[in-house]
C-alpha cells in the first residue's frame, strides 16, 4: 500500500494509464495506487467522466450496496495514443518542400479540407458559441487544452483561446503552419476567424477570434 512518503502526484493521466493498464477499478484501488483520498480520486474520476474518457459500471454483490467500477471509454482507450508530431513535422516539411506553387497549393488545400471534415463531422450546435464549445471539447479529447471566452454582453462573440500548441516544435521552425490552424478552424466553424495573438510573440496561448468579415450567426 502506498503511504504519504511514496505517493504519486494525481492527474487525470495518471489515472487514465492506471485504467489502461488493469481495465478497470473500484475508487479504493486508486486510492491505494496514487495514495490519495478518496475525494481526490472521485473529483479526478468525475472530471473525465465529463469528458467522456472514463465510464463507470455497477457491481451488486449480496445485499449491500454496488460497487462501482471504473473503466475507460472508447475515446479514452484512444487518448494519449496519438501524438503524431514527428511524423507531421516530416509531412509538413515534405509538403513546404513541393517547388510549384500551384501544386503545393492544392496540395495544402486538400490536407486542410480532410482535417476539417474529420472534426466537422464530430462538431455540434447551431450557433457560434456552441460550435466553439464543441471544437474545444474534441480539442480536449486530443489532450490539447481549448478554452471558449465569452461575455455578458450579447453582441460581444465568443472567443476561441489554445493554451497549448498541438505541434509546438512544428510551429517553432514553420509559422506557416499557424496560417493552416487559422484557416482549418475558420473551414470547421463555417465562420471567418482570424489569429489575434500568438505564442510565438510572447502571449499566453493562441487566441483566434471571428475576423471583422464574418456574418457569425449567434
Not at 487518448?79 to 500551384?102: F, I, K, Q
Amino acid at each position: 500500500m502506498s503511504t504519504a512518503s511514496d505517493s504519486k502526484p494525481i492527474s487525470d493521466r495518471l489515472i487514465v494509464e492506471y485504467l489502461r493498464r488493469e481495465g478497470s477499478c473500484t475508487i479504493s484501488d486508486l486510492v491505494k495506487y496514487a495514495g490519495v483520498t478518496a475525494t481526490a480520486i472521485r473529483q479526478r474520476l468525475h472530471r473525465l467522466m465529463e469528458q467522456n474518457l472514463v465510464v463507470r459500471q455497477a457491481e451488486v454483490a449480496g445485499r449491500g450496496r454496488p460497487t462501482h467500477r471504473y473503466s475507460l471509454s472508447p475515446a479514452g482507450m484512444r487518448c494519449g495514443g496519438d501524438n503524431y508530431e514527428d511524423l507531421a513535422t516530416v509531412l509538413w516539411t515534405e509538403l513546404r518542400a513541393v517547388e510549384e506553387p500551384e501544386v503545393r497549393r492544392r496540395l495544402l488545400q486538400r490536407v486542410m479540407g480532410r482535417l476539417a471534415e474529420v472534426y466537422r463531422d464530430k462538431l455540434t450546435g447551431a450557433t457560434i458559441h456552441e460550435r466553439m464549445a464543441a471544437l474545444a471539447g474534441l480539442m480536449h479529447e486530443r489532450d490539447v487544452p481549448f478554452e471558449v471566452q465569452t461575455s455578458d454582453d450579447e453582441n460581444q462573440l465568443p472567443i476561441l483561446r489554445a493554451l497549448a500548441c498541438p505541434y509546438p516544435d512544428l510551429a517553432e521552425q514553420d509559422r506557416a503552419i499557424c496560417s493552416l490552424e487559422k484557416m482549418l478552424f475558420s473551414e470547421i466553424l463555417g465562420e471567418g476567424v482570424r489569429l489575434s495573438a500568438c505564442r510565438l510573440d510572447g502571449a499566453n496561448g493562441c487566441t483566434f477570434e471571428l475576423s471583422a468579415a464574418s456574418p457569425a450567426s449567434v
